[in-house]
Protein backbone atom coordinates (compact mmCIF):
# COMPACT_ATOMS: atom_id res chain seq x y z
CA UNK A 1 0.00 0.00 0.00
CA UNK A 2 1.17 3.52 -1.22
CA UNK A 3 0.09 6.53 0.98
CA UNK A 4 0.11 10.22 -0.33
CA UNK A 5 -0.37 13.38 1.93
CA UNK A 6 -0.46 16.55 0.52
CA UNK A 7 0.48 19.70 1.98
CA UNK A 8 1.15 23.79 1.57
CA UNK A 9 -2.43 24.45 0.94
CA UNK A 10 -4.02 27.82 2.46
CA UNK A 11 -5.71 30.92 1.97
CA UNK A 12 -4.50 33.64 -0.51
CA UNK A 13 -4.60 36.95 -1.77
CA UNK A 14 -5.65 36.87 -5.73
CA UNK A 15 -2.23 37.33 -7.86
CA UNK A 16 0.07 35.48 -4.48
CA UNK A 17 1.40 32.19 -4.92
CA UNK A 18 1.44 28.98 -3.36
CA UNK A 19 3.90 25.97 -3.34
CA UNK A 20 1.76 22.56 -2.89
CA UNK A 21 4.25 19.74 -1.63
CA UNK A 22 2.92 15.83 -1.90
CA UNK A 23 4.89 12.88 -0.51
CA UNK A 24 4.66 9.33 -0.79
CA UNK A 25 4.97 6.39 1.63
CA UNK A 26 4.72 3.01 2.14
CA UNK A 27 5.61 0.28 0.35
CA UNK A 28 7.21 2.21 -2.46
CA UNK A 29 9.22 0.58 -5.37
CA UNK A 30 8.97 2.86 -8.60
CA UNK A 31 6.20 4.92 -8.61
CA UNK A 32 5.09 6.00 -12.36
CA UNK A 33 3.98 9.23 -13.37
CA UNK A 34 2.16 11.34 -10.20
CA UNK A 35 0.15 14.70 -10.56
CA UNK A 36 -2.34 17.69 -9.40
CA UNK A 37 -5.81 17.36 -9.66
CA UNK A 38 -8.73 19.87 -8.08
CA UNK A 39 -11.82 19.63 -6.89
CA UNK A 40 -14.02 23.46 -6.67
CA UNK A 41 -17.16 23.12 -4.40
CA UNK A 42 -20.13 21.28 -6.94
CA UNK A 43 -17.89 20.52 -9.75
CA UNK A 44 -16.14 17.59 -11.04
CA UNK A 45 -12.40 16.78 -10.41
CA UNK A 46 -10.26 18.37 -12.98
CA UNK A 47 -6.69 17.31 -14.05
CA UNK A 48 -4.65 20.66 -13.08
CA UNK A 49 -0.62 18.75 -14.14
CA UNK A 50 1.17 15.52 -14.48
CA UNK A 51 4.53 14.41 -14.62
CA UNK A 52 6.59 11.28 -15.56
CA UNK A 53 9.47 9.59 -13.91
CA UNK A 54 11.27 11.00 -16.65
CA UNK A 55 9.59 15.22 -15.84
CA UNK A 56 7.89 14.92 -19.10
CA UNK A 57 4.96 17.84 -18.06
CA UNK A 58 1.55 17.86 -19.15
CA UNK A 59 -0.86 21.09 -17.96
CA UNK A 60 -4.24 21.99 -17.96
CA UNK A 61 -4.63 24.93 -20.66
CA UNK A 62 -6.43 27.31 -17.65
CA UNK A 63 -3.02 26.66 -15.54
CA UNK A 64 -0.51 26.79 -18.24
CA UNK A 65 1.96 29.71 -17.80
CA UNK A 66 0.77 29.94 -14.21
CA UNK A 67 1.58 26.65 -12.53
CA UNK A 68 4.95 24.28 -12.69
CA UNK A 69 4.66 20.72 -10.97
CA UNK A 70 8.21 19.47 -10.21
CA UNK A 71 9.20 15.92 -8.68
CA UNK A 72 12.06 14.51 -6.90
CA UNK A 73 12.58 11.30 -7.12
CA UNK A 74 14.87 9.83 -4.55
CA UNK A 75 12.09 11.34 -2.16
CA UNK A 76 9.29 10.30 -3.84
CA UNK A 77 7.61 13.82 -3.97
CA UNK A 78 5.52 15.91 -6.23
CA UNK A 79 5.20 19.82 -6.28
CA UNK A 80 3.20 21.88 -7.77
CA UNK A 81 4.03 26.00 -7.82
CA UNK A 82 0.92 28.28 -8.25
CA UNK A 83 1.87 31.92 -9.24
CA UNK A 84 -0.61 34.50 -10.21
CA UNK A 85 -3.48 32.50 -8.14
CA UNK A 86 -7.23 33.79 -9.65
CA UNK A 87 -10.51 32.99 -7.35
CA UNK A 88 -11.45 30.65 -9.95
CA UNK A 89 -8.11 28.14 -8.45
CA UNK A 90 -9.98 27.97 -5.14
CA UNK A 91 -10.37 24.17 -4.84
CA UNK A 92 -9.13 20.86 -3.09
CA UNK A 93 -6.30 20.21 -4.32
CA UNK A 94 -5.61 16.12 -4.44
CA UNK A 95 -2.03 14.81 -5.71
CA UNK A 96 -1.75 11.07 -6.66
CA UNK A 97 0.75 8.79 -8.31
CA UNK A 98 0.84 5.28 -10.33
CA UNK A 99 3.04 2.08 -8.87
CA UNK A 100 2.67 -0.96 -11.26
CA UNK A 101 -0.41 0.05 -12.80
CA UNK A 102 -2.22 0.90 -9.65
CA UNK A 103 -3.49 4.51 -8.59
CA UNK A 104 -3.35 6.12 -5.26
CA UNK A 105 -4.81 9.50 -4.09
CA UNK A 106 -3.78 11.50 -1.12
CA UNK A 107 -6.32 13.05 0.86
CA UNK A 108 -6.27 16.62 -0.38
CA UNK A 109 -5.23 20.40 0.83
CA UNK A 110 -7.52 23.32 0.17
CA UNK A 111 -6.93 26.30 -1.52
CA UNK A 112 -8.92 29.04 -0.96
CA UNK A 113 -7.72 32.26 -2.98
CA UNK A 114 -9.63 35.53 -1.72
CA UNK A 115 -9.06 39.03 -1.01
Known amino acids: QVQFVESGGGLVQPGGSLRLSCAAS????????MGWHRQAPGKQRELVAT???????NYADSVKGRVTITRTNAKNTVYLQMNSLKPEDTAVYYC?????????WGQGTQVTVSS
Open 96 to 104: NGVQYGQGY
Open 26 to 33: GSIFVIGT
Open 51 to 57: ISRAGST
